[in-house]
């Protein structure tokens, strides 16, 4: 009797050890091989009919048998998986299509293919690419953006920094980690856990990165003024250039879970200031800004509420789509951060 308790439970824990392997195999076979349809899902079918044969032979008692055949293949994928790497030498589509790079020059930064889309749809725009100098002592202000696309835990990460342009304004550049998707794919967040994407840098105009997901995506933007002093502000700005120079030198993948427009900037902020605490909030991207609020790292003495609703940009950024001055246009409203706060 004790025995058989035992067989069986062997044979159980087998068969669940297969069979999440297998969904992890479909996925990553459906995701990797480099055939057009049907093949990849026939290359998961086969597989699933693979685990089911090994399940069946566990149970009629040849366990040994099914532990090694099914074993044998599975190394035999994960060498395979092991071996794809990313690359920078893709049919890139258009905004992804160059990479970020610049040159430090005592105070002075220059940047080069800075996008600056003209967005009339998603299908319809003017390619622009250009190249902009900042002063680093120039820097005032780092804001945060985030752009919702799928409910209120999932939100897309941008970082504007402002930089004073020498006539009483403020000339905006926003930096957003994005997947680098070739021409005619789209983004899945499955996909995302299964090698499908690789990462880029993107420094861009706010009338192009903002309003593209506002007027063009119909997606939800909320911008909120982060308390920084100003040495840190600057480390941050040098940052993404350092991490556009290493994906440019040594792509990397894209990951849902580990390595996004969220969890990249928080090591990059990790790296200067050190001691932030891990929060699910850093996955759940969505709930970013109560996280920054709690570290007190947002408008010193407004609450979240107020903060969020007079930072919601999405109907400003609409209504200011023509309008030359569309940074400022939509900040109307937003409460401005204590200077002191920033010392």
């Known amino acids: 009797m004790t025995r058989h308790i035992i067989q069986t439970l062997g044979c ?29 899902m026939v290359a998961g079918g086969l597989w699933v009919l693979l685990g089911l044969a090994c399940i069946a032979l566990a149970w009629r008692g040849e366990a040994t048998r099914a532990v090694l ?18 690359s920078n030498d893709r049919p890139w589509a258009d905004d992804v299509a160059q990479q970020l790079s610049g040159q430090v020059e005592g105070n002075t930064v ?9 967005w009339r749809s998603d299908t319809d725009y003017s390619v622009r690419w ?33 930089f004073d342009d020498g006539q009483g304004g ?24 299964f090698k499908k994407y690789e990462l880029s840098v993107i420094a861009a105009d706010e009338r192009d990165v903002l309003r593209v997901r506002t007027n063009v995506r119909d997606e939800d933007v909320y911008l909120y003024r982060v308390a920084m002093p100003p040495a840190t502000m600057r480390a941050l700005f ?73 930072g919601r940009i999405t109907d400003r950024a609409k209504a200011a789509t023509s309008d030359p001055q569309f940074s400022q246009a939509i900040r109307h409203g937003i409460p401005s951060l204590d200077p002191a706060a920033k010392q």
């Open 12 to 40: 159980t824990l087998l068969t669940l050890a297969v069979l999440l392997s297998c969904v992890w195999a479909v996925l990553a076979l459906y995701y990797q091989v480099p055939l057009t349809a049907p093949w990849p």
């Open 170 to 193: 403020i000339d905006q550049v926003v930096f957003s980690i994005e997947i680098r998707k070739e021409r005619d794919e789209q983004f899945s967040a499955i996909a995302g856990f």
């Open 69 to 86: 055949s099914y074993g044998v293949a599975l190394v035999m994928l994960l060498g395979w998986w092991v071996r794809i790497a990313p």
């Open 110 to 118: 220059t940047l080069h293919n800075v996008r600056n889309f003209d």
């Open 238 to 310: 040098l940052s993404y250039l350092d991490e556009a120079h290493a994906m440019a030198k040594t792509p990397s993948f894209y990951n849902t879970l580990t390595a996004n427009c969220t969890t990249i900037v928080f090591n990059m902020a990790q790296h200067i200031v050190g001691g932030l605490p891990l929060d699910y909030r850093l996955l759940a991207s969505g709930y970013l800004p109560e996280y920054l609020f709690d570290m007190g790292a947002l408008t010193p003495g407004v609450d979240l509420a107020t903060l969020r609703a007079a």
């Open 130 to 162: 250009e190249t902009r100098r900042y002063k680093l002592d120039q820097l005032r202000s780092v804001d945060m953006a985030v752009s919702y696309w799928m409910g209120p835990a999932i939100g897309h990460t941008l970082v504007s920094f402002g």
